[in-house]
């Protein structure tokens, strides 16, 4: 409103009403200065609502969603393992270098997806699988996988497309997909299903039926596949992502997901479908936008240890993203800014970390300007199982120099942040990232599964469905 009456008041000022002092033959002279007005009213007009745009999406507008997909937390096996990057990473081919000395794999998030249909019209198989914001393409357990570890699960039944109504072959660039998640490795023919998440019902969804696992990555994690929802320029082959189809066929008001990792296992956590759930956050949920839609990066201005600046040393000094990966369980450092990240923090009594300083990452939110989230030492400290001893929860992480260099957020930052992932209207560039702090063990608004139980017919109309 006030902008509409500065406008207005830029007329009158610029452009007074013909009197007088503009009759011919200064009629000409009145037309000038009118022109002249209306030149700077729209220069005026422009900015008004460019600053009207940008507060509008600088904060996310909290509409609710639409449905809310359970996680369960995986609780710590109870055993202390050396891992490289194990499940703590499931960032794909862009890593060139990643070691970590994290002991004791905390646990992991997993939600519940339909596969295929069935007689009945139910889903022919129930998936457990993690979503992950820092990979794109689908990958379901299947019984082409016989080997170890697919074999150690005996009384555990796998995707067969043979009992599925829905299933087709991969008519593009057929044959096997070979992917690298941090040390493990995944192989796998393509095919082609309808995928349920809660109430949407995504039809003809290529994926990858997992014939082999190789790596300490799945042998430690029990799961049943791994839902990309990252762009679809890291997909491999171009197969169309999850959240692309999502997109294209209208199942969200609005094309976005959120996460609330809650850091207690014995609480439930969830995904949220097309918005937000307001008691799960500290308003407002600021808006960041993606530099780089390959992942979901953010622009990186600094990143401060108190009031001292992270510089790195080398390539280090560019860093200047952060990735928001919800398949990474901790944060990620380059070499050198993870030697200075640790010098500072060193392992200790837990009762010794209290007065280890913040980590701020500083950000470039949608207005182009700074803005700074915090993260204690209760969230990037970490204890082992008996509580005594706590270390930073950080790995050190090199990204191609495409993409990189680069710093995640993985999970440990999540417990503590709610995060938004945004696509605007579709297109990878509209794509935003909201973060928010969590509200900490809040239970999320987990609504009931509607009834999937499609007709036989339903089921047949959706096998011969050649629509998208």
Same mark, same amino acid.
């Given at each position: %409103?006030?902008?509409?009456l500065g406008?207005? @008041?830029?007329?009158?000022?610029?452009?007074? /009403?013909?009197?007088?002092?503009?009759?011919?033959?200064?009629?000409?002279?009145?037309?000038?200065?009118?022109?002249?007005?209306?030149?700077? =009213?729209?220069?005026a007009?422009?900015?008004?609502?460019? !600053?009207?745009?940008?507060?509008?999406?600088?904060?996310?507008?909290?509409?609710?969603?639409?449905?809310?997909?359970?996680?369960?937390?995986?609780?710590?096996?109870?055993?202390? +393992?050396?891992?490289? +990057?194990?499940?703590?990473?499931?960032?794909?081919?862009?890593i060139?270098?990643?070691?970590?000395?994290?002991?004791?794999?905390?646990?992991?998030?997993?939600?519940?997806?339909?596969?295929?249909?069935?007689?009945?019209?139910?889903?022919?198989?129930?998936?457990?699988?993690?979503?992950?914001?820092?990979?794109t393409?689908?990958? #379901?357990?299947?019984? =082409?996988?016989?080997?170890?570890?697919?074999?150690?699960?005996?009384?555990?039944?796998?995707?067969?497309?043979?009992?599925?109504?829905?299933?087709?072959?991969?008519?593009?660039?057929?044959?096997?997909?070979?992917?690298?998640?941090?040390?493990?490795?995944?192989?796998?023919?393509?095919?082609?299903?309808?995928?349920?998440?809660?109430?949407m +019902?995504?039809?003809?969804?290529?994926?990858?039926?997992? /014939?082999?696992m190789?790596?300490?990555?799945?042998?430690?994690?029990? &799961?049943?596949?791994?839902?990309?929802?990252?762009?679809?320029?890291?997909? &491999?082959?171009?197969?169309?992502?999850?959240?692309?189809?999502?997109?294209?066929?209208?199942?969200?008001?609005?094309?976005?997901?959120? &996460?609330?990792?809650?850091?207690?296992?014995?609480?439930?956590?969830?995904?949220?479908?097309?918005?937000?759930?307001?008691?799960?956050?500290?308003?407002?949920?600021?808006?960041?936008?993606?530099?780089?839609?390959?992942?979901?990066?953010?622009?990186?201005?600094?990143?401060?240890?108190?009031?001292?600046?992270?510089?790195?040393?080398?390539?280090?000094?560019?860093?200047?993203?952060?990735? +928001?990966?919800?398949?990474?369980?901790? $944060?990620t450092?380059?070499?050198?800014?993870?030697?200075?990240?640790?010098? %500072?923090?060193?392992?200790?009594?837990?009762?010794?970390?209290?007065?280890? !300083?913040?980590?701020?990452?500083?950000?470039?939110?949608?207005?182009?300007? @700074?803005?700074?989230?915090?993260?204690?030492?209760?969230?990037?400290?970490?204890?082992?199982?008996?509580?005594?001893?706590c270390?930073?929860?950080?790995?050190? =992480?090199?990204?191609?120099?495409?993409?990189?260099?680069?710093?995640?957020?993985?999970?440990? $930052?999540?417990?503590? &942040?709610?995060t #938004?992932?945004? %696509?605007?209207?579709?297109?990878?560039?509209?794509?935003?990232?909201?973060?928010?702090?969590?509200?900490?063990?809040?239970?999320?608004?987990?609504?009931? %599964?509607?009834?999937?139980?499609?007709?036989?017919?339903?089921?047949?109309?959706? /096998?011969?469905?050649?629509?998208?």
């Amino acid at each position: %409103r006030g902008g509409v009456l500065g406008l207005k @008041r830029l007329w009158a000022q610029r452009c007074p /009403r013909l009197s007088a002092e503009f009759r011919p033959p200064l009629h000409a002279s009145w037309l000038m200065r009118c022109a002249s007005a209306a030149a700077a =009213l729209a220069a005026a007009a422009a900015s008004v609502l460019t !600053a009207a745009y940008q507060h509008e999406h600088e904060f996310h507008q909290e509409h609710e969603a639409e449905h809310t997909t359970p996680l369960k937390r995986r609780p710590s096996a109870g055993r202390r +393992v050396q891992v490289q +990057v194990g499940v703590n990473s499931l960032l794909t081919q862009d890593i060139v270098n990643v070691t970590t000395e994290l002991r004791d794999m905390l646990s992991e998030y997993t939600g519940r997806i339909g596969v295929g249909t069935s007689q009945s019209g139910e889903p022919a198989f129930w998936a457990q699988v993690v979503f992950d914001t820092g990979s794109t393409n689908l990958w #379901v357990a299947s019984v =082409l996988c016989t080997a170890y570890p697919c074999s150690s699960s005996k009384a555990k039944r796998f995707y067969d497309p043979e009992h599925s109504l829905t299933q087709e072959p991969y008519s593009r660039n057929g044959g096997d997909i070979d992917i690298m998640f941090g040390t493990g490795e995944l192989k796998g023919p393509l095919h082609v299903d309808t995928y349920r998440v809660g109430p949407m +019902v995504v039809k003809k969804q290529p994926f990858a039926m997992i /014939r082999e696992m190789d790596g300490e990555v799945f042998e430690s994690f029990p &799961f049943e596949g791994i839902l990309g929802l990252g762009f679809r320029s890291l997909s &491999f082959a171009g197969i169309e992502p999850f959240f692309d189809r999502v997109i294209q066929q209208k199942l969200l008001a609005s094309n976005e997901f959120a &996460f609330y990792l809650n850091a207690d296992s014995s609480q439930p956590s969830a995904l949220l479908w097309g918005g937000v759930d307001k008691d799960l956050y500290e308003p407002p949920i600021q808006m960041f936008p993606v530099v780089q839609p390959h992942y979901w990066a953010l622009e990186l201005v600094e990143m401060k240890f108190g009031n001292m600046s992270l510089t790195g040393t080398g390539a280090s000094r560019k860093v200047k993203r952060v990735i +928001v990966d919800s398949g990474t369980t901790y $944060f990620t450092a380059p070499s050198d800014v993870y030697s200075e990240i640790t010098q %500072r923090t060193p392992e200790a009594k837990c009762s010794r970390v209290n007065d280890y !300083a913040p980590l701020t990452y500083v950000l470039r939110n949608v207005r182009g300007r @700074r803005f700074e989230i915090v993260v204690t030492q209760e969230t990037y400290m970490i204890s082992n199982e008996e509580g005594e001893i706590c270390r930073p929860a950080f790995m050190k =992480l090199d990204v191609s120099k495409k993409y990189g260099p680069a710093m995640i957020l993985g999970e440990v $930052f999540m417990r503590r &942040f709610f995060t #938004v992932f945004s %696509r605007g209207d579709g297109s990878p560039e509209q794509a935003r990232v909201g973060i928010a702090r969590a509200r900490m063990g809040v239970r999320p608004k987990v609504r009931k %599964r509607k009834s999937s139980a499609f007709s036989l017919q339903a089921a047949a109309l959706m /096998r011969h469905d050649s629509g998208g």
